[in-house]
């Protein structure tokens, strides 16, 4: 079974507007993590914003923020006044007790002026 | 911050040869690294656990003749692709996690683009 679910492949947004990237998790494991990762053409895996299953606030760093709900088994990524800088690929990923990191498929989004 | 070091960014390369891919914490240090592949517009795929001192630990379905790992120092682990052929191009890239910071993120390399021809 999957155990990230990304179900988005592609989404465009206005500049200066918010957007909403969905994940869906499942694991059985009690204590996890889970990330969002930006990946630009160039290819590189930028870090965004990290959720700890124990955290009991969601995550906020900037202009990214992280809606958390657990029993939803969901940990969605709202990133706020979209800026063009802001168009690429962008992976939830979560690790389990082995540290491992399983990616979702992930989801292209494309500012536009 | 954490940096993670990935070298070559690019090879180009005849079937048949071996390409060395080197991965370098450059100032942390790091008894476990990842080595991910990544096919065009794809998720990343966890190839191989590439642990400090001991055998890497392979993935369900990836040949470890074929994607040899070494990580000989805390700092460094090598992927090697034998005798690569034009299925293996793929984008390659690996991460390292800071010894002791399990709730810190993974840090990435860039990548290497290995186009066999």
Avoid at chain 1, 27 to 49: C, H, N, R, V
Avoid at chain 2, 9 to 26: A, H, M, W, Y
Avoid at chain 2, 35 to 61: C, D, H, V
Wanted: hydrophobic letters at 35%; aromatic letters at 10%; glycine letters at 6%.
């Amino acid at each position: 079974a999957q155990k990230i679910t990304q179900t988005q492949p592609g989404m465009f947004v206005q500049e200066k507007e918010a957007v909403t990237l969905d994940c869906t998790y499942d694991t059985s494991d009690p204590s996890y993590g889970l990330f969002w990762y930006k990946q630009p053409s160039s290819g590189e895996m930028i870090f965004l914003i990290y959720q700890g299953s124990y955290d009991q606030q969601n995550a906020t760093e900037g202009r990214y923020s992280l809606n958390f709900q657990k029993a939803r088994k969901s940990a969605n990524l709202v990133i706020s006044a979209s800026q063009l800088g802001d168009s690429a690929m962008y992976f939830c990923a979560m690790r389990e007790a082995d540290y491992k990191l399983s990616f979702g498929a992930g989801t292209t989004v494309t500012v536009r002026a | 911050g954490a940096v993670v070091s990935q070298h070559p960014s690019r090879v180009i390369c005849k079937s048949g040869t071996s390409v060395k891919i080197e991965c370098r914490s450059l100032d942390f240090q790091a008894t476990t690294m990842f080595w991910y592949r990544q096919f065009p517009k794809q998720s990343l795929m966890l190839m191989a656990t590439s642990n400090e001192g001991s055998k890497a630990t392979y993935e369900q379905g990836v040949e470890k003749d074929k994607f040899l790992i070494n990580h000989a120092s805390l700092t460094l682990s090598t992927l090697t692709v034998t005798s690569a052929h034009p299925e293996d191009s793929s984008f390659y890239i690996c991460s390292a996690e800071p010894i002791g910071q399990a709730n810190q993120p993974q840090h990435f390399g860039d990548g290497t683009r290995l186009s066999i021809l």
